[in-house]
């Protein structure tokens, strides 16, 4: 008989502890780690996390631990869920410890500040990997659903197929339905910038403007998101694939999305600091706006919503001088 696929999950947020329940509904051995030892205790005596998520019972075979040599040791799959400006810093202290072999899974959706770097390429830097041993989920997954058991679609990203296929394998469940891709470039990229129009739609909604607004800021947002996946040597196809158009809206048409809830909450007129003050987990978009919009000026990308979240967000321009500004933009062809 065939030992179970063992996974380590490093986060013990929303997304981790949701994803580390997929991995172990679909019989896989999950040890999951977290920096405080009071939660990994908690993980373990109450079978719940009584931080994310108190009402949900977890699988017998998901345990927890604040020590990741325990986490990393014989894992199949290394699964990093993080917020993404912390990976670097993390995974430097994590990776002489790591599984030989083991593949590297990113279930960010963030940019890196200042190195303009997608969560892959950090994790192939630090942990000295190639990118046939780095993989990706992504796709419309909302923790809060996924916990509950609901039906999604998502998508396993690897440039090898078959890490892509053996990952497939390893999380897929009843409710939890993974696609492989191998364009790992579209994928992340997918997961990164929708989190910055899903600020841009929150915004809107805040502001009260309205359906015709938000579906235009979803399909003006999803051309600037090719349009930089084209420059990037993604295939264009992946944007309207899960990763991509699959995300968006389900981020930009939830309630349960950190980012559209940060943007509504600007939107409504709340401060940029009382918005952070109510925002108790990971809102990507916030920090990774920047750097989208600089991967974008790195590749002589026109992003007009991604410079507009950047400006409300961090140079305190108001929502309706900048949406005066994004409607008043020259006039163009709908494709060029
Ligand atoms: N929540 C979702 O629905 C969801 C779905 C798909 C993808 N994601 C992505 O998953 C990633 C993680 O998000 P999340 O929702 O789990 O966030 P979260 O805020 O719920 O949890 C983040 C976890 O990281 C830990 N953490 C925070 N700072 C840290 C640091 N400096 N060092 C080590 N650990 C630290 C926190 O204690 C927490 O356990 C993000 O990139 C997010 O975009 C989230
Ligand atoms: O809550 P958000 O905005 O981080 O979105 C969560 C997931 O990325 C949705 O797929």
Redesign the pocket.
Known sequence: MTRPVKAAVFGTG??GTAFGMVLADAGCDVTLWGRRPEVADAINTTRTNPDYFPDVTLPANLRATSDPVEAAAGADFTVLAIPSQTLRGNLAAWAPRLAPGTVLVSLM?GIELGTCERMSEVIQEVAGVSADRVAVV??????KEIVARMPAASVVACRDEAVARRLQAACHTPYFRPYTNTDVVGCELG?AV??VI?LAVGIADGMGLGDNAKGSLITRGLAETTRLGLAMGADPLTFSGLAGLG?LV??CS?S???????GFNLGKGMTLEETIAVTR?????VKSCRSVLDLARRHGVDMPITETVVGIVHEGKPPMVALKELMSRSAKPERR
């Open positions: 929303s997304w959706k992504t796709g419309p997954n909302l923790a997961g929708k989190n899903g995300d389900a981020t939830s349960l999305s950190r980012n559209h809830t940060f987990q990971t809102a990507e978009g």
